[in-house]
């Protein structure tokens, strides 16, 4: 029995990994089998073109008037809709249904359903009738409820949101029609992620409404949360992510030494994509197009083995379950690939960590049925108006509002990411850009640079004078956690494993708030005297004025710049517990409260199951830690220990001088210290036991258990460096992030 045996796994797994083919699987095609994306869009979804074929036209009159412009739903259709639904899902070979919904856990969860029924002896058939459409009753504790609903009364029920087309997926050996769903409890407390978002965007739409009516504008039929979702992910060959119960478990490395080359070379970024990848690609974007979900780039990302997909934007709701269904459908493909998909915002310490950035703006949908991004700026003096009062609120709204956006994308993977060498700090800032930036100084003095530039006129010259807004020319502010670009908001703090929905919620409640503010101080102005247009202006004067210190054109990775937003009195939340504290504290979530987006039973119980579900995250990864310490890093350090000693041993008796001995010590000097880290780790984590007090127990955990997780690992890594190869083994950074 050689010493090699702790390696043999790991070095299967490189035999393995290094020989693999690329799969490559078919492409979207057409009737006529022409390679075609567009024909084959939508084809698993009921869409409303299939849904006008299908359905009587007075019950499909209905149903768009729900789905377009927003209006209550008639139960009565639902009938016609459910058999409709029913007749094309059996036709694609669907033998179930299921509502789908977003439960808190951050993920989708469905329960299956066979439209069979049989009674009594009576014949088989199958069924799918109104009221198994509109609702379901899924026993609902062993969801997190976050204590606003007590497990005796379990019952919660997820509720038929037609705004969000129906979907079949593939479940074992057969079709499942997926009902997208809102789910509540019995009270009628939101128990998922989407009904918040969809009240946010209620919020949104009533307030610009009222705004635009006051400002004299044409009203909207609809106003919606745009979002464009960027996916950050990394791909590790499955042969690799088996042998490492790290990320297999908490997703993340816990121990890995740095690989000599890292991505300091920058040449993987939009570098070409690699064939396996290549391959997994364009196979989960053809599922994705068959689901509707409008999957538009690929590329390379910063680190090795790191990409992005992105898709084009659409209304937030729709933003939002697409965004799960396309991490759905990644790991699916991926494991078909023989890939396993990292969605953890750290898992490789040292490179950079993955994001996900939320594009943001709003639209309005025009009498004519075409959209208005409110955030373009315009080509006429009225149109940048609009513009610059609009960016005015969302620069309000996030100054305002900066620690609670902060908390909306809080949880432990992100700790590592934010504020690390690559991602945007945990302080929230806006970047405008330097043609923004230079019309809100100049508006925050009250000149207005003329068309054409050199003369400056004062403010009160009127609304002509506006100046045309120019698309950005300057580079792109990274480090930016809340940048504008070009025609929207690019929030860039969520992390890539996040649901969007509690995000987008925030922003679009802090944005709605504001907007219901700047309406009364225009209407309020306008009684006084003011022209609707001077009114605007002067507002959105003030708010240049008011909220510079949220402005930051600078590097967000700078040491300065956390000493510089001190003094300017932005929030610093550096883990996830300061950032929960800071959401817990009524005054600082009252707007969501307000703008009727939640209760304040729903923003507490969406606390505790963060703070919860930080405790849990925490836990899992230090008792993964302690398994891997003792149960892979020991053994390695006594295998190799063994070897060298030996040939001391036999060195010494043959007389020959080795520097082996100096090297056994230095392994036995590492794994000493690995131990005392390792107890000094327990300690702590023993002493939180008695800790009932999650928050409590939250802040033990980020601030003292981390760190001294921090201390094993780091130990584990110097041993890892020296430890000879045959007695490793864990799979290395260099073998998982650079063999494709
Ligand atoms: P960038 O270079 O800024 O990343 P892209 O055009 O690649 O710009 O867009 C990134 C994402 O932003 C895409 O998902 C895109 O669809 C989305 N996006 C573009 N316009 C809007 C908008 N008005 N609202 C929301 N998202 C948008
Ligand atoms: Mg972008």
Not at 243 to 267: N, Y
Not at 634 to 640: L, Q, R, T, V
Request: proline residues 5%.
């Amino acid at each position: 029995m050689g010493a090699g045996n702790l390696s043999s796994g790991r070095m299967a797994a490189l035999g393995v990994a290094g020989s693999r083919a690329v799969r490559h699987a078919p492409q979207p095609t057409d009737a006529a089998g022409r390679v075609s994306v567009a024909a084959e869009f939508g084809r698993r979804t009921l869409d409303m073109r299939k849904l006008r074929q299908r359905l009587p036209g007075s019950v499909f009159a209905k149903l768009e008037a729900v789905i377009e412009k927003g209006q209550k739903l008639d139960r009565s259709i639902a009938a016609a809709v459910a058999h409709a639904a029913k007749e094309w899902a059996m036709e694609n070979g669907a033998t179930h249904f299921c509502h789908w919904f977003q439960p808190l856990t951050g993920l989708t969860a469905e329960k299956h359903d066979a439209f069979l029924q049989t009674m009594f002896g009576s014949d088989p058939i199958e069924t799918f009738g109104p009221s198994q459409l509109i609702q379901s009753e899924p026993d609902a504790s062993s969801f997190p409820s976050g204590g606003m609903r007590s497990t005796f009364e379990a019952r919660g029920y997820t509720a038929w949101d037609p705004s969000s087309p129906m979907f079949l997926m593939e479940t074992g050996s057969g079709w499942t029609l997926c009902i997208p769903s809102a789910y509540l409890s019995w009270y009628g407390h939101a128990l998922d992620e989407k009904t918040g978002l969809l009240r946010s965007n209620s919020a949104l739409e009533a307030a610009v409404k009222k705004l635009f009516a006051t400002l004299g504008y044409e009203a909207p039929v609809r106003v919606a949360s745009t979002i464009g979702a960027e996916q950050e992910y990394f791909l590790v060959d499955r042969a690799f992510t088996t042998h490492r119960p790290d990320l297999m478990i908490a997703g993340r490395s816990l121990v890995g030494a740095a690989p000599p080359k890292g991505q300091q070379l920058e040449d993987h970024y939009f570098g070409a994509i690699p064939a396996r990848a290549a391959a997994f690609m364009g196979e989960f974007e053809h599922e994705l197009y068959q689901l509707g979900v409008p999957a538009k780039t690929r590329h390379n990302e910063v680190a090795p083995a790191q990409f992005e997909t992105a898709p084009i934007f659409e209304e937030a709701h729709l933003a939002a379950d697409h965004n799960q269904l396309t991490m759905e459908m990644m790991r699916r493909v991926a494991r078909r690939h023989d890939f396993d998909v990292l969605f953890h915002e750290k898992p490789f310490a040292g490179i950079n960590g993955s994001g996900k950035h939320l594009n943001w703006s709003m639209a309005a949908l025009r009498k004519d049925g075409s959209w208005d991004n409110l955030l373009e700026p315009g080509a006429t003096p009225d149109r940048n108006l609009r513009f610059l009062l609009v960016c005015a609120a969302v620069m309000r709204a996030v100054h305002r509002h900066a620690g609670v956006l902060r908390a909306s994308i809080s949880g432990s993977g992100n700790d590592h990411r934010l504020g690390a060498n690559e991602a945007p700090p945990a302080i929230i800032s806006v970047f405008l850009g330097s043609s923004l930036s230079e019309i809100f100084d100049k508006l925050a003095k009250g000149r207005f640079a003329a068309k054409g530039g050199a003369k400056e006129k004062v403010l009160s010259l009127g609304v002509s004078h506006l100046p045309e807004v120019q698309r950005d020319a300057t580079d792109r502010n990274r480090t930016s956690p809340f940048a504008f670009t070009g025609n929207k908001f690019e929030f860039r703090a969520c992390g890539a494993s996040m649901a969007i929905s509690f995000p987008v919620t925030c922003v679009n409640a802090a944005v709605a708030d504001v907007l219901v503010e700047l309406e009364a101080d225009i209407a309020a102005r306008v009684k006084r005297g003011a022209t609707p247009e001077a009114a605007a202006l002067e507002v959105a004067q003030a708010i240049a004025k008011e909220t510079a210190p949220i402005r930051f054109e600078g590097d967000g990775y700078s040491k300065e710049w956390h000493a510089e937003a001190a003094k300017r009195g932005l929030p610093n939340l550096p883990k996830t517990p300061d950032a929960l504290d800071w959401l817990a504290d009524p005054k600082r979530h009252e707007f969501l409260v307000r703008t009727g987006i939640f209760k304040k039973e729903e923003v507490h119980a969406r606390i505790h199951i963060r703070v919860e579900r930080y405790v849990k995250d925490v836990d899992i990864e230090y008792q993964t830690l302690l398994r891997l310490v003792d149960q892979q890093v020991f053994p390695a350090a006594a295998s190799y220990l063994g070897e060298l000693s030996a040939s001391v041993a036999s060195a010494k008796a043959a007389g020959i001088d080795t520097p082996h001995a100096a090297r056994a010590r230095e392994i036995a000097r590492l794994a000493g210290e690995i131990d005392d880290a390792r107890d000094a780790m327990n300690k702590i984590y023993d002493s939180t036991r008695a800790e009932h007090d999650e928050a409590k127990k939250a802040r033990r955990f980020a601030y003292e258990l981390c760190p001294a997780m921090q201390r094993v690992r780091q130990s584990c890594d110097a041993l890892e460096t020296l430890c000879g190869d045959a007695h490793w083994p864990l799979p290395r950074y260099q073998e998982m992030l650079f063999i494709r």
